[in-house]
């Protein structure tokens, strides 16, 4: 993990501390910018105490919460009704009481099919990028936050799907899951994913140790693949650290 091309790895004590080591990271993106700024959140259970750390009453007041545009990497075809909606869970957890409404930017759910979604949702990206193709030198996101999956898939980009090849596109629709819940899902693609100045993994939990192991080892996985053209951090917490690794530390 020493190499120059190699993600950042920040092992921190746990979930806990994790949760703040990456709020922290978020203010400090935050504060590099004083104009407008994008963050794109992720899904699953990894970023929940994120979450309510952001919404809470220690952090809330640090946030210029007028200045910030919040997005989501990927989300369930699911109504934002229906509890695995990922964007539904952000915004009762933290966004609807602080962010402006026009801030939040939501995966249309409520389109025909997936792949009209996702059409919907870049056309909104590209709006507010101004531009129809990413300029290597100026970033969609201040800071894309991100997920492993146990079969190492990050946002909605499964092992051996084409989605994961894509190049062109910013969003695309993934017909099926390859892993639980088996619903439809939408995602930006790694291209428009790598638009960043920073890329935040959060990998916590024992049961993560198998993937972690596996994603160290340097494994050719969607959750490998995805790296911000600026810099590319995994935090992790001692419980998901593989055994070799933690007892060497």
């Known amino acids: 993990m020493a190499a120059a091309d190699q993600p950042k790895l920040i092992v921190v004590a746990d979930a806990e501390a994790l949760a703040q ?39 809330r007041g640090r946030i210029p919460w007028d200045r910030v545009h919040w997005f989501i990497g990927d989300e369930r075809f699911v109504p934002e009704s229906d509890p ?63 997920g492993a999956g146990p079969d190492g898939h990050t946002a909605s980009l499964f092992p051996g799907y084409p989605a994961v ?11 099926k899951a390859n892993v639980a819940p088996f619903v439809p899902r939408v995602s930006l693609t790694l291209p428009a994913l790598a638009s960043c100045h920073e890329m935040l993994f959060e990998i916590a939990g024992h049961d993560k140790q198998p993937i972690l192991t596996r994603l160290l080892n ?32």
């Open 165 to 175: 090849e894509e190049t062109q596109r910013w969003v695309v629709g993934v017909a």
């Open 84 to 146: 695995l909606n990922n964007m539904a869970v952000a915004r009762a957890t933290f966004l609807d009481r602080n962010a402006p409404s026009g801030h939040i930017h939501s995966i249309p759910t409520t389109a025909e099919n997936p792949d009209r979604s996702a059409e919907a949702y870049a056309r909104e990206l590209q709006a507010f990028y101004g531009a129809e193709s990413l300029d290597p030198g100026r970033p969609l996101f201040d800071l894309v936050l991100m």
């Open 218 to 249: 340097g494994e050719t996985l969607p959750a490998v693949r995805a790296r911000s053209n600026g810099e590319t951090v995994w935090l992790v917490d001692q419980a998901a650290l593989p055994e070799e690794i933690r007892g060497g530390r």
């Open 21 to 59: 080591a990456a709020a922290e990271r978020v203010m400090a993106r935050i504060g590099a910018n004083p104009g407008r700024i994008a963050i794109c959140l992720t899904g699953g259970s990894s970023p929940q105490k994120l979450y309510q750390l952001l919404g809470s009453d220690a952090w």
